[in-house]
Every structure is written in structure tokens, then in C-alpha cells.
């Protein structure tokens, strides 16, 4: 029992391809709103999943990044 290896969370060891808005907000430092109205405004490309819910790829956030700079 004690020679067990604890197996971390696979979200910890693994890039994830896509992110919710809230999420994308968090790591971009920005409000919900702001991003959702990035994405309404087509300056942010989005795609709609089950019940609604907005996922923005992660290669969207890094082009959205790079643009900033």
C-alpha cells in the first residue's frame, strides 16, 4: 500500500484543445463579456457545442495573443 504511485489527473499532465469562454476569459485576464463580445464580433472564432455553450480552441487564444503584441 504504501509503495502505491498516486496517478495525477489527466487534465493536469494533458494540453486541453479547447476552452469555455469563462475559461478563455480567465487565462486571457479579460471579463466573460468581453470575450463573449470578441466572439460575437467574429474577432474570436468559437463553435458552438451542446446546449449552447461557445468552446474556443486554444490556437485561437495563442493567434488572439500574438495579435495583441
Known amino acids: 500500500m504504501e509503495n502505491e504511485q498516486k496517478l495525477e489527473p489527466a487534465e493536469a ?6 476552452y469555455s469562454i469563462e475559461e ?29 455553450k461557445f468552446l474556443v480552441q486554444r490556437s485561437e487564444l495563442i493567434r488572439l495573443l500574438n495579435t495583441a503584441e
Request: hydrophobic fraction near 35%.
Open 24 to 52: 478563455s476569459a480567465k487565462m486571457l485576464g479579460l471579463n466573460y463579456y468581453t470575450v463573449y463580445r470578441l466572439v460575437q464580433r467574429r474577432k474570436l472564432k468559437a463553435c458552438r457545442v451542446l446546449r449552447g
Open 13 to 18: 499532465t494533458t494540453e486541453r484543445l479547447a
